[in-house]
């Protein structure tokens, strides 16, 4: 006996199909008239029956025309089928007029008068609501091609502006009044990553050339690594970093989760060899700063808008800003000096939910440090994220705490009806479609001015109490 290959087989072994039962069933069916075309039983029959139009019915006494045999009488016979009736095209509905407009079958009482022109005026109704619902949605349509050519156009004016006078002359021109409005509407794509280069500067003096020599250190350290390590070494390596080189092998665990919808950085990805060297070049070039998880946010946007040797340029005099080097070498005493000025700001703009923050425990390292550590591009979508590098470039640190302060202002509503764990998640994961006027409006809206002191006094000011070991600080 040969197995059976799945249920379905198996279960046709032990109850075999009869031929002789199929046939009959099918001579059955034939008897009934299915062979008819306008049998209930085919397509067309169904058809002729939904429209109410003539089909073989059972004749009774009180539908019998003279001539028309009674039911049980030569039932063999068949109905008669009229061409004429069949060759019609007007008993196929074809549209709502048909249906609502068309006079009812023979066979059934005709619309009253009353009756056909309210069918009639429901029909005119509905082709009335059709139009303009059309009418809207091609309104609508031509807007937003009207805003996205105004857009399109607006943004190829602002990149001639750039390019053939703020760039050529940028010394004289990058803090004039009118150019930081310019930055404030965002910097045209094309140009971005030449401005970002010019702004963030290379005080570090790095070159193509160290660039290249870093780069080739990380590849023989690759080259050198086993290509599977126990868990004990890796426990072992973890407590030997003084040589924060060894850290090249947490990179390749974090360029997988880095913009993963993008799915341009992951391995086989067209930009993934060029994460890679970035920060393992980074990493041989900082040895006492390694890689540290975010950093692989950073490095990809400056991709997405440099070369790669630029790029690293940009990522390494970037991480030399005291701000970004308090956070990735991990100093908890300035990082927490950041935090305390962030809340002196925090409560002189939105006291209440300040006050709510505070009565539910919520402190700023909760939120503001995935913030911080990757500049908002993890946090925020990408091209608003790109906005807010734009102002940042131009203003410093500073921008990134008026920056968490317009978040806050944005959802305050929101987030003063939430508890300490709604709060969390919604502030580490904020929604995926904030509206870009919307957030800077918020922005602006932030005043960074406390008791006449602007974010440097204060950040100063508490600099010291933390070196002179204020309890204010303290966590």
């Keep these: 006996m040969v197995p059976a290959h799945d249920g379905a087989e198996n279960s046709c072994s032990f109850f075999p199909l009869r ?20 049998s209930p039983f085919t397509e067309r029959g169904r058809e002729e029956a939904n429209r109410g139009g003539p089909h073989p019915r059972p004749i009774s006494a009180r539908t019998r025309t003279p001539g028309q045999p009674l039911r049980g009488e030569n039932s063999g ?26 006079d009812r079958p023979a066979n059934l009482p005709a619309k009253p008068a009353e009756e056909a022109q309210k069918h009639r005026q429901q029909y005119e109704e509905m082709v009335a609501q059709a139009k303009k619902r059309e009418m809207k949605e091609a309104q609508k349509r031509r807007k937003q091609l009207e805003e996205r050519c105004k857009l399109e ?30 930055w404030w509407q965002g910097v045209p794509p094309s140009v971005r990553g030449k401005v970002w280069s010019l702004a963030i500067g ?60 993008l ?25 006492d700063v390694g890689y540290v998880q975010g950093m692989s946010f950073i490095a990809a946007v400056l991709i997405l808008n440099l070369d790669t040797a630029d790029a690293f340029i940009a990522f390494a005099n970037l991480l030399n800003k005291p701000c970004q080097m308090a956070f990735f ?31 539910n425990n919520l402190s700023p390292d909760i939120y503001l440090i ?28 500073e921008f ?54 602007k974010w440097a006094q204060v950040l100063q000011t508490l600099q010291k109490e933390q070196e002179r070991g204020s309890p204010v600080l303290k966590r």
């Excluded at 016979?77 to 068309?102: C, D, F, K, N």
């Excluded at 003096?205 to 990380?218: G, V």
């Excluded at 913030?371 to 990408?382: A, Q």
Aim: hydrophobic fraction near 40%.
């Design 19 to 38: 031929r002789d039962a199929i046939g009959s069933f099918g001579r059955s069916v034939s008897g009934l008239g299915v062979s008819d075309p306008r």
């Design 77 to 102: 016979a068949v109905p008669s089928q009229s061409p004429e009736r069949e060759e019609e095209p007007g008993l196929r509905a074809l549209s709502t007029t048909a249906l609502i407009l068309e």
């Design 153 to 182: 156009e607006s943004i190829g004016n602002a990149a001639l502006t750039w390019n053939q006078e703020i760039l050529p002359n940028w010394e004289t021109m990058c803090t004039s009044r009118r150019v930081r409005e310019l």
């Design 202 to 261: 290379n005080d570090l003096n790095i070159t193509h050339e160290l660039y290249s020599i870093c780069l080739a250190r990380a590849r023989e350290k690759w080259r050198a690594m086993p290509t599977s390590v126990p868990e004990t070494d890796n426990e072992d390596a973890g407590l030997s970093l003084a040589d924060r080189e060894a850290s090249l092998e947490l990179i390749k665990l974090d360029i997988s989760r880095t913009f993963p919808n």
């Design 263 to 287: 799915c341009i950085f992951q391995k086989g990805g067209p930009y993934h060899d060029m994460l890679h060297s970035i920060l393992g070049a980074y990493t041989c070039y900082r040895p």
């Design 329 to 359: 070498r991990v100093d908890h005493s300035l990082m927490l000096t950041y935090f305390a000025a962030f809340e002196v700001f925090f409560e002189e703009n939105l006291p209440k939910l300040f006050a709510h923050f505070k009565s």
């Design 370 to 397: 995935d913030w911080i550590f990757t500049l908002y591009s993890k946090s925020l979508p990408l091209d608003l994220a790109c906005r807010v590098w734009d102002v940042f470039c131009r203003d410093g640190d």
């Design 400 to 453: 990134l705490f008026r920056t968490a302060l317009g978040i806050l202002r944005l959802y305050e509503d929101i987030l003063t009806k939430m508890d300490f764990i709604h709060n969390a998640q919604f502030l580490t994961k904020l929604p995926e479609d904030i509206p870009a006027e919307e957030l800077f409006a918020a922005i602006a809206a932030v005043q960074m001015h406390s008791k006449n002191k």
